[in-house]
């Protein structure tokens, strides 16, 4: 069974491009979550969906970033423009429920410069 | 306040031994839950074992358990039998159903096991 699949795994980018990360959760989850992880700011929560709607964006650093899900097998996480302290590692999750386990894809190394 | 604090920065265990990761939570929600995730050095966050605040039993998965102290609020990994494969960081998480719903990770524990 595939799990959470990411792309791109690595990104390398140059101040004040777009970036757009992608995901495709588990088939069957109803709900889908974007992570941000830093060494100084640890594992943050950016987003979540439930059913393809956005329930809580408050993690959200600025309206630099913004998420869609157009269905249930995709979602994407966009910076535009992109800055240096964006540089971090970017993770899509998905579950059943919000009772249980998430299960996270393999993330998106990002790098801005 | 810290709603999920591990002290540990790093630990070291010999191989075959066991050892036990601290962690302590910070909540005044009756309905919750602990998890505690593994991230090895290939980057990935793979799901260990999970607590309900209403469970009365420890939780186990394999060599994985949970020493799950409510009155202390805390919530310890404990692994028996470590293996080499086992160093990796360790993250635990709480959920609070009856707050925002929202996976709040620690600062994580870094195991070492040596030969």
């Known amino acids: 069974d595939a799990g959470v699949i990411q792309s791109p795994r690595h990104e390398v980018t140059e101040m004040g491009q777009e970036v757009t990360l992608r995901c495709k959760p588990i088939?069957?989850?109803?709900?889908l979550f974007w992570y941000r992880q830093t060494m100084m700011r640890g594992l943050e929560l950016l987003i979540y969906f439930n059913n393809n709607v956005p329930i809580d964006d408050s993690g959200m650093p600025e309206d630099r970033f913004s998420a869609k899900m157009p269905n249930a097998s995709f979602s994407t996480l966009k910076i535009q423009p992109s800055e240096p302290r964006d540089s971090a590692v970017y993770f899509c999750a998905s579950s059943i429920g919000l009772a249980k386990e998430q299960y996270f894809g393999p993330g998106t190394r990002l790098t801005v410069t | 306040a810290q709603k999920i604090t591990q002290t540990q920065p790093g630990m070291f265990v010999q191989e075959k031994e066991a050892v036990t990761l601290d962690c302590t939570y910070d909540t005044s929600d009756q309905s919750y839950g602990l998890f505690w995730y593994k991230q090895p050095s290939s980057g990935e966050m793979i799901f260990l074992i999970y607590q309900g605040s209403y469970d009365e039993q420890n939780a186990t998965e394999g060599r994985y358990s949970l020493n799950f102290q409510k009155a202390r609020k805390s919530a310890n990994l404990v692994i028996s039998a470590s293996q080499l494969g086992d160093s990796a960081m360790y993250f635990c998480a709480m959920r609070e159903r009856d707050n925002t719903d929202k996976l709040i990770f620690g600062t994580g524990t870094r195991l070492q096991v040596f030969p």
């Open positions: 088939s069957g989850h109803d709900y």
